[in-house]
C-alpha cells in the first residue's frame, strides 16, 4: 500500500495567519493527490485535486502544489471558518489510502 | 444538483448483520465508481473499497476482505454496503463518495455523503 504522510499533525494559528500542510507518499504517486476538509460530524468536503486543481466554490486562498511524492497545501489569511481537520488522499493506485490528518487550531 | 445521502444511524449487537445504503440523485449513476470510507471515533480515514454499478466490478481494500461486502441496485441508484456479522471495532462513522476522473487519469471523491453512524455493543 501507498502509504501517505502529514505534518504537522496539530497546528495552531491565528487569524489572518497562512500555513502550510505537507504530505509525503512513500512512493512517487505523480499528480494523483487531492485534499479535503473535515469538520466536527461531518463528509470531508473535497479542496483540491489533482495536487494543485481548485473544487468549483472553494477560497482562492487555498492552494495545492507539488507532484511525485511531496506535496504541500497552503492557506493564505486564515479565516474562522478554516480551523478544521484536513486530509491528503492517494488515487494513484488502490488501495487508495489518507493521510492522517492535520487538525488546525485557533491560537 | 447532485447528492448522495445515506440511511441512519443503526445501533447493532456483536454478531448481527447489517446493510447501510447510499441513494444517489443528479447524475448517471451507472458510470461512477463510489467508495465506501470508515473513520473510527477520533482517528483518520479508510477506505474500505469501491464498485461500478454499471457491471458491478468491486475491489475491496484487502485489510477490509471477509469483512464485508459493496452492492448496488441500479433501479433504485443505491449503493449498499454490507456487514456480515458485526464486531465492537466496526464502531465508526461510514461515508459512500462518488469517484470523478479527469482526461489525465488522476481521479477524486466528490460529492460525499453525510455518513452513518454504526454502533455495536453488547
Known sequence: ?107 | EVRLVQSGAEMKKPGEPLRISCQTAGYAFNSFWISWVRQRPGKGLEWMGHIYPGDSDTTLNPSFEGQVTISVDKSLYTAYLHFNSLKASDTAMYFCARRLRSGAGYSWFDPWGQGTLVTVSS
Open chain 1, 1 to 107: 500500500d501507498i502509504q501517505m504522510t502529514q505534518s504537522p499533525s496539530s497546528l495552531s494559528a491565528s487569524v489572518g495567519d497562512r500555513v502550510t500542510i505537507v504530505c509525503r507518499a512513500s512512493e512517487t504517486i505523480n499528480i494523483h493527490l487531492n485534499w479535503y476538509q473535515q469538520k466536527p460530524g461531518k463528509a470531508p468536503d473535497l479542496l483540491i485535486y489533482g495536487a494543485s486543481r481548485l473544487q468549483s466554490g472553494v477560497s482562492p486562498r487555498f492552494r495545492g502544489s507539488g507532484s511525485g511524492t511531496d506535496f504541500s497545501l497552503t492557506i493564505s489569511s486564515l479565516q474562522p471558518e478554516d480551523f478544521a481537520v484536513y486530509f491528503c488522499h492517494q488515487t494513484y493506485r488502490p488501495p487508495y489510502t489518507f493521510g492522517q490528518g492535520t487538525k488546525l487550531e485557533v491560537k
